[in-house]
DNA sequence: AGCCCTTGGTTGTAGCGTCAAGTATTTGGT
DNA sequence: ACCAAATACTTGACGCTACAACCAAGGGCT
């Protein structure tokens, strides 16, 4: 029965450090895009997704992927985006089953307005305390942890060398 | 205006892969208590602290620091696990606007029947992918991080090297 | 003492995410 | 050609969290 191989002390240090930064961490995104933009860290993302896409239109699917989010979840916040004008819903010619989101041109603006402001914080809590091979370390390792829990690869690792407002 | 620093190609892609991770873990390891023990990680944090507390009794603030929650939200989470007979809560001699959360003995089961469960969940999905050095470099880069999104220290890093169903 | 500010905690409400169910279309088998 | 299974997505209900408002008790100050 007691087969359980317990963590040794440096994992459970490790471990108790990364489950508080997964538990607060949110919540700083949160905040500031909700106090300068009125918009989660999640819609942020949904919107900077799409602007980076050939004609800023994604299948759902497509930016369930990009986004990290179940299909159930981001239906309800496009509907939400597309009250609030940021986002259009069409139809896809190619395969009537599926719905494209389009960013309209005041989509596009406000994640022009309010990348700034995101990236800054991203800079200020997370990028700047990190030296170069934080970073480094950073990215091999949560490849390693994404290669686990997102065995599917909905994570889109093709993407590389970016200077655009993603984040 | 524009006194914006982008991200750089590594930042970016490090920043995209940690982002993915903080998205997915919570729903990988609320998935597995829920299924096996119908608790949230959340609930079973609560329950993990207390047991390792002295009398497994921790005042409400107490338990909101190391569990890195608000108070409002550990106050429901607590009525909700009081509800179930896993923690009473008494009032406290010292300091009587003060509430003291303690573990039943049920509850006290309930974590010792849900940890092995869990910390099989946490070394598959996160531990066991890393090298020892990955778990240096996670716990250094952890710890840089939350020296800046945790300013007033709720976090505790005091608590170390323990071999006990913490997680 | 009397006042005010702070601290500790609870409660109500509103908003977001998950899960289960349902619809529509496409695909694959026969 | 037909039917079953899979895919793409939406919807509704329920549960959890954040925020704000609230109450009670302590600590300082005069």
Redesign the pocket.
Same mark, same amino acid.
């Given at each position: 029965m007691n087969d359980v191989r317990w963590l040794n002390p440096d994992e459970l240090q490790a471990w108790k450090k990364f489950v508080a930064v997964v538990e607060l961490l949110p +919540?700083v995104l #949160?905040?500031q895009l909700?106090r300068d933009a009125e918009l989660?860290h999640?819609e942020y993302f949904v919107l900077a997704m799409l602007s980076e896409a050939p004609e800023q239109t994604l $299948?759902?699917? +497509?930016l &369930?992927s990009a986004t990290n &989010?179940?299909?159930? $979840?981001?239906?309800?916040?496009?509907?939400?985006l597309e009250k609030r004008g940021f986002i259009e $819903?069409t139809a896809?010619f190619e #395969? $009537?089953? &599926?719905?494209?989101a389009q960013l309209t041109v005041a989509g596009f603006e406000k994640v022009v307005e309010t990348a700034p402001g995101h990236v800054t914080t991203v800079r200020e809590n997370v990028i700047d305390p990190l030296t170069p091979e934080d970073i480094a370390d950073l990215d091999r390792i949560m490849g390693r942890i994404l290669g686990t829990i997102d065995p599917e690869h909905r994570f889109n690792p093709s993407a590389l060398g970016e200077t655009q407002p993603t984040a």
């Open positions: +919540g #949160d905040s909700q989660s999640f $299948r759902m699917t +497509g &369930a &989010a179940t299909l159930p $979840r981001l239906s309800h916040v496009v509907s939400r $819903r896809c #395969d $009537r089953r &599926a719905t494209n």
